[in-house]
């Protein structure tokens, strides 16, 4: 029966619910394996996915609109603020709460949701996607990180009374060939006719957590945790730009995938960098420098470099169907070095 720590606060500002999803990884340990935070969010804001490249996800002029933030769970864009809450569910490792194999990170860890909502009254299901429904309508955005240290995090993003999808006219992204909701429209827990919401659903996530793995929790405060050290960090867009050349946002299953590409004087690879909207285990862009910094690129190079590095039991990857469009990827972003390199 897995010892937890639950903590819970009321209008925050998006910048500051993400810092402490960030840090509640931190605070998990095999005394107290499991940690759920939870809070109703205040004011406007997008929240980036930790691998997408803000240039290509959102227009110039969309800092205008809302203050961008980047979030540490892989993934999508979002649009958060009034009238939406955030929970985030720190594990010490995958199978904290329940026997969880490889490449069931959100399949096995988002049940306690599940029981929680459905505490709530709404049919909350889960179709294998990156989002929770209310019968067959997204309602709960979800998305995890995994670290080396084995640690994993998973973000929920609630529709109190507001989607949080950001709108295809609002993204800087190409016209998607296949719709990434697949028709459904987002709904809301209002909108469902849940009998909770904000920090009341809250509690009932936490409850159905409780309730599905037997987790005992003990109330905690967030004024213990390193918050303001990472309040910064969530507002960078981490990925290189100078020296790198990148290519095309190409459609993926779950969104797009780009690369990015810095060649040395002699044309080998310096660095290389892969944004979209997937998730994967925070080794996996390690690896991919190991097998390719220092070699002269091509295709087959490419190829077995990205599947040593994203196709392995051991690194969980959501949101790619094939590897052969990170390798395309990259081998656009080598060609765009190429010419920028050209004296």
């Not at 996607?129 to 997204?138: G, Y």
């Not at 960090?233 to 020296?243: H, V």
């Not at 050349?245 to 004087?265: C, K, M, Q, R, T």
Request: proline share 4%; hydrophobic share 45%.
């Amino acid at each position: 029966m897995p010892q937890g720590r639950l903590i819970f606060e009321e209008a925050v500002d998006p910048a500051r619910a993400l810092a402490v999803g960030a840090e509640l990884a931190n605070h998990v340990s095999g005394e107290f394996p499991v940690a759920l935070y939870g809070a109703t969010l205040q004011g406007n804001a997008y929240v980036l996915g930790r691998y997408q490249r803000l240039s290509q996800v959102l227009p110039a002029d969309a800092s205008a609109r809302a203050t961008v933030l980047r979030r540490s769970s892989g993934g999508s864009a979002l649009s958060v603020g009034d009238g939406a809450s955030y929970a985030a569910l720190a594990l010490h490792d995958r199978s904290a709460l329940m026997t969880c194999p490889p490449q069931r990170l959100l399949n096995r860890n988002v049940r306690g949701a599940l029981q929680g909502l459905r505490l709530t009254g709404v049919a909350a299901n889960y179709f294998g996607r990156d989002f929770i429904s209310f019968e067959a309508r997204p309602a709960v955005y979800i998305a995890w990180d995994a670290d080396d240290a084995g640690r994993v995090l998973l973000e929920f993003f609630v529709c109190d009374n507001r989607s949080v999808w950001v709108p295809a006219a609002e993204l800087a992204y190409p016209q998607r060939k296949e719709d990434v909701l697949r028709g459904r429209e987002p709904t809301t827990l209002v909108e469902a006719g849940a009998t909770a919401r904000g920090i009341a659903a809250l509690e009932k996530l936490a409850e159905g957590y409780a309730k599905g793995f037997r987790a005992e929790w003990q109330r905690d405060h967030a004024e213990q945790m390193n918050v303001a050290a990472l309040l910064g960090l969530s507002l960078q867009d981490e990925l290189p730009e100078i020296g790198y050349g990148w290519s095309h946002p190409l459609e993926e299953a779950i969104g797009f995938v780009s690369a990015g590409v810095a060649l040395d004087a002699g044309g080998k690879i310096a660095g290389v960098r892969l944004a979209g909207d997937f998730f994967a285990h925070r080794a996996c862009a390690a690896a991919l420098e190991r097998q390719l910094v220092g070699v002269a690129p091509n295709a087959e190079i490419v190829g077995r470099a990205v599947d040593a590095a994203y196709a392995t039991p051991e690194h969980d990857v959501e949101g790619i169907r094939s590897m052969r469009t990170l390798q395309e990827a990259i081998l656009q972003a080598v060609a765009v070095a190429q010419r920028e390199n050209e004296p």
